[in-house]
Every structure is written in C-alpha cells, then in structure tokens.
C-alpha cells in the first residue's frame, strides 16, 4: 500500500512540474524583433562641428539701382530718384545658420532737391539662413538660401550743401537691413539678388531736422558670389534613436531578469520536491524501478543513491534473517560503497546536494549501531603526491566532520587517506571521499 501512495505521489509531483512549465511558456515575456534591425545613422541639427578659420568665407558683389527717400519727401515720386548703386561685401558662416559681413555700397543719389551727390555706407550685418529651417543636415548642396540680415554703418555723404550753400562732408551713423536670396550654382559659386536699404538721420541730405531718424535708401541688386574653402559642413549623429532602443533593451532585460527569478524560484522547489522524491524511491527500493522519470544524466561524479539503497534492502534482509551466501562469505561488510565527489584542489564536494545522503545514512548507522569507514582520495593526474596525502585526508575528515554534526559517534568512524590514485579514466572521478559500512571496525 505504501508503495502505490509513494508512486501516486510521484506521479502527481512530476505532472505538476509538467503544468508548471506549461504555465510559464504561455507566460513568456514578449518582444518586438523589429528593434533587433540596424539602425540607419541620422544626422541632426542639434550639433555641428564649428569649421576651421580658413572655411565657409564668401565674397560678393552686386550692382542695380537705389532711390533716395528722404524727409522732407521733396516734390518728386520714387522713381524719379533712381540711381545707380554698387554693393560689394565679404562675410564668414559662424554656423550653417548664422553669419557676419562686412560690405560697402555707394554712387550717387538724388536728395531731396533732386541733386546728385556722392555717398558711400560702410556696414556690418548679421545674416541669418532661415532656409535652413527647411532642410535636413544631410542634403549635399541645397539650390536656394533665404538671408535676412541687420546691421549698424557709417554713411558718408560728399559735397552735401548746408542751409548756407556751403558745401561739406556729412558723416553719420546708420542702421541697414535687407534680405538677399541666393541660387547655388555650385559648392563654390552662386547668384545672389538683394532688396535692402539703410536709414540715417534726416538732415543726411543737407535738408531736413538734424538729430532725428528719417532719410532712407532703398536698393535692389543683382551679382555674383564664389565660397572660399570646403562649405561643407560637420553634422552630428542623432543618439535619440539609439537611445530609445537601449531603454527597449533594458526594459526587456528586467522584465527577463524579473521572469528568470521566479522560474528559479520555482526550479529551486521542483528540484527540492524531487529529490525528496528520489530519496524516499530509494530508501523503499523503489528507485531502479521508477529512476528513468527523472532523467538522471548528471554523471558518475554524482550519487544515486544506490548504496543507500542496498545498505535498506540488507538490513531489510538481516531483520527477516535472510542473509545472502554472498554476504556470508564476506560477513564483516554491509552495503555498496557511497562515493562523494569533490572539487578540483579543494575539500569541498561539487554538489553539496550530495549531503542528502549523509542525513539518511546516519538514520540508519545509528538506529542499527553500525560502523563507517571512509576512504578519501584525490586523482594522480594533478598535484605532487604530497599534495594528494593531505588533499585526501582533508576529505576523509571532511565527510567524517559532516556525519559528527548529524549524530553519529566519532567511535563510530574510521578515516583512510590514499592519496593519488587513477581508478577511473576520468580524472575528476578519483576525486570522491568513499563511506562503506560494517557491523565492526577493524582498525
């Protein structure tokens, strides 16, 4: 009847183990591959590479027509104060969007007596390319540029006459502005076309209230522009990409992590179960029979628990006074040799699963009064042979130690130390501490 309730119980563990693992494959963290692909680099507009001193200069000039518009108007309209204008100018790009030149523009115009007088403006601008806004970083050579810019002069009138008459040199400051817009015909020449103008003080023509704003120029202009140096310039890399893909990575790393633990948590206990499992097969003589639903294929350097299992099957037979002919003939010696097998170098056991056998086979030493002798061995393969004396006596000692803590009697034991030995072809074989048990000792 035990034995059906011991079967019953192990079939029922191992189906649960089954369902178990069917729940945690439906349970399985998901992952979106498309992110696995190589991501294409994309450049930005965040940062750029400022160039060197000798790059991303320009030089320019221009000519067309002005009209002076002063206060007071005078009795003319526009166009009868056309006159011809030159603008030449040479600037640098500080970054693809902002830039700084210096320029000159003059001839004639036509105050507000509609005489022509000279006048030249030397100005600074700021330019900015709005047409950058439009664009991506890594567009090769863009056919259009859209350039505000604003500025601060000095404008210097010739021959203007006073209220007197007199004729004099009229220097004043002046505020300039204007958009040029230009075709590039290549890397290093483009087409320009500029509407600006400037505005100066009113009495810059001789006439009108001196200290105050209001006499303007307005010129439209056409000409011809080179680069100077490699216009080109040095985009870095969009990271917010690959950045968003490492937070997909990490993000699935915890949650694997996350799931890792709990299928750990839940080996840990299927494996705890089991080997109660095996342990209870053995100690009933059931293990040869039922051992194949555990898959045992660790290795000969792990026990399965067959000396435990012959060591209850005699001590069954010795109660019912059944002894066998062949244990008559060697009366002194009860059970299959139980082997321990440890770590290279060390005294300690390469599972430590392997003290389950200890617990059980204290049971039965003390209960029946019996003796151990434990041999301990290390493998001639590695270390000199005074190495392997000590190694196998601490492993003796160490088998002899643990069975002390679970009761058994220190009279009880009996310690053998071998050396180095090569009893078996796999070396780590030869590394094991051997517990055989006798009704007597003789030391």
């Known amino acids: 009847m035990r034995k059906i309730i011991i079967t019953s119980l192990l079939a029922a563990t191992l189906m649960a183990q089954a369902h178990g693992t069917q729940i945690d494959s439906v349970r399985q963290v998901s992952f979106d591959t498309s992110i696995l692909h190589p991501l294409t680099p994309r450049l930005t507009k965040d940062f750029v590479q400022l160039g060197k001193f000798g790059q991303h200069w320009f030089l320019g000039v221009q000519g067309g027509a002005s009209a002076f518009i002063g206060s007071p108007v005078g009795c003319e309209d526009l166009f009868d104060r056309i006159t011809p204008s030159l603008n030449i100018y040479a600037g640098k790009w500080i970054t693809p969007d902002v830039g700084l030149r210096v320029a000159f523009q003059g001839f004639k115009f036509k105050n507000a007596d509609l005489l022509k007088t000279n006048y030249q403006l030397y100005h600074a601008d700021l330019m900015y390319n709005v047409a950058n806004w439009f664009r991506l970083p890594s567009e090769r050579m863009p056919h259009w540029d859209f350039i505000p810019h604003l500025g601060l002069g000095l404008v210097h009138g010739r021959d203007i006459e006073d209220a007197d008459g007199a004729k004099q040199r009229n220097y004043q400051f002046a505020l300039s502005y204007g958009l040029q817009a230009r075709y590039n015909v290549s890397q290093h020449f483009f087409l320009s076309t500029e509407l600006g103008g400037f505005s100066t003080f009113k009495d810059f023509d001789g006439v009108g209230q001196r200290g105050k704003f209001g006499d303007n120029m307005l010129a439209l202009t056409l000409g011809v522009g080179v680069r ?133 086979l204290a049971k039965v030493v003390n209960q029946h009064n019996l003796n151990i002798r434990i041999v301990g061995a290390a493998d001639s393969a590695t270390g000199s042979d005074d190495i392997n004396e000590t190694l196998s006596a601490k492993r003796s000692r160490f088998i002899a130690t643990e069975l002390q803590k679970r009761g058994v009697s220190s009279s009880q034991i009996s310690t053998e130390a071998i050396g180095g030995i090569d009893e078996y072809e796999n070396p780590k074989d030869n590394r094991y501490s051997k517990i055989s048990i006798y009704p007597e000792l003789n030391n």
Not at 275 to 304: C, H, P, R, V
Not at 336 to 343: D, L, R, V
């Open 228 to 360: 100077l140096g490699n216009p080109r310039w040095k985009y870095a890399i969009d990271a917010s990409p690959y950045i968003s893909q490492y937070d997909t990575f990490l993000s699935y790393a915890s949650r694997l992590e996350d799931s890792n633990k709990a299928l750990r948590n839940r080996h840990n206990i299927d494996q705890k179960t089991l080997d109660e499992l095996k342990k209870i097969l053995a100690l009933e003589g059931l293990l040869d029979k039922y051992g194949y639903l555990f898959d045992d294929s660790q290795g000969s350097d792990k026990n399965n628990y067959r000396g435990l299992l012959s060591l209850r099957a005699r001590m069954n037979r010795m109660a019912d006074n059944r002894m066998p002919a062949s244990l008559e003939a060697s009366p002194n010696v009860l059970n299959i040799p139980i082997y321990f097998f440890f770590k290279l170098g060390q005294a300690q056991l390469e599972d430590e699963s392997q003290l389950i056998n200890l617990d059980e």
